[in-house]
């Protein structure tokens, strides 16, 4: 192996362990009001209203969205399973998408807000205990109705967890990118 691809190597690791513990900071601080100054992401739809009361601290509360979140995945699976055309299937595919993108950004996430973050945290939580990167991706993961086996994949490095939801043609890896053509890129 060459010294070149060894660095290549070593970066994209190193990205991948980046990766998790930026969205973990991003998830895990308390909500603050952002300033109409700031710039402001596309797809409103899947953002949280900055302005919004925060979450009570209620294990409870979170259960009963969790089993809200099953029944309407559920609900889906049920659709899909009756569905009689390959348009119908699409339709319900796309509207499946749809709900889970919206269901992590604007309403587990949100209840994760002020846990604390601790390099062993295995919290299954919000707010009550801390949690680690990894366990904070595959906690989110399973919530969210993935079928993960949550402490072992926490357990792995970003890159193997990963590996293990995707395939490598859906997999982009950046090196010495402008942090515009990164985010160009991603989206």
Not at 3 to 32: D, N, Q
Not at 127 to 141: E, H, P, S
Request: net charge positive; glycine share 4%.
């Amino acid at each position: 192996m060459t010294t070149l691809t060894s660095r290549r190597i070593l970066v994209a690791f190193a990205l991948c362990a980046a990766l998790p513990s930026l969205l973990l900071t991003l998830a895990c601080t308390s909500r603050k009001v952002r300033s109409s100054a700031q710039a402001q992401l596309p797809a409103p739809e899947y953002r949280v209203d900055p302005s919004a009361t925060p979450l009570a601290n209620d294990a409870h509360e979170y259960r009963d969205l969790l089993a809200k979140l099953e029944s309407e995945r559920a609900a889906l699976a049920s659709h899909y399973r009756e569905a009689t055309s390959q348009t119908e299937k699409d339709r319900i595919v796309s509207q499946s998408r749809s709900a889970v993108v919206r269901t992590i950004y604007a309403e587990i996430f949100p209840n994760w807000y002020g846990t604390g973050w601790d390099f062993n945290g295995t919290t299954e939580v919000p707010r009550q205990g801390k949690i680690a990167c990894g366990y904070f991706v595959t906690t989110v993961l399973r919530d969210a109705g993935w079928k993960v086996q949550r402490a072992r994949l926490a357990q792995q490095a970003s890159e193997n967890i990963v590996l293990s939801l995707t395939s490598e043609p859906y997999i982009k890896r950046f090196r010495r990118v402008a942090i515009d053509d990164f985010v160009r890129t991603v989206k």
